[in-house]
């Protein structure tokens, strides 16, 4: 499975080189939207699923992503590296901010 993820991730960065940045983002979308509703929907089926493994801090992560993400989509412009490096930025820094967290729960020193 993970070789089929590399291949498609392949094709998105393809696009985004392309200038086919539409095309990219849909699939991204696409893809998160298709994990959300059929992949949980189906593992559900065959086992209910106890969600309780994300926190008010994920929630609010993926919350804020989408507020900075929504003015930039309706602007209709490209996304330039300033933005860029602002995601990228709060992407490095909910991650640090989970292994923090994970370490604080195994009671890492």
Known sequence: MADW????SGFVVL???RNESDIAVGHIVGSNFFNLTAI???SALL???RLSGISWGDAGAIL???TLLLPLAHRGSKLNRR???LF????VGHVLYRANVFA???RIP
């Open 5 to 8: 993820a590399w291949l498609v």
């Open 15 to 17: 696009a985004a080189i």
């Open 40 to 42: 949980m929907g189906a």
């Open 47 to 49: 086992r209910p699923l």
């Open 64 to 66: 804020a992503a989408a």
């Open 83 to 85: 933005e860029a490096v």
């Open 88 to 91: 990228m930025a709060c992407y």
């Open 104 to 106: 604080t729960m195994l």
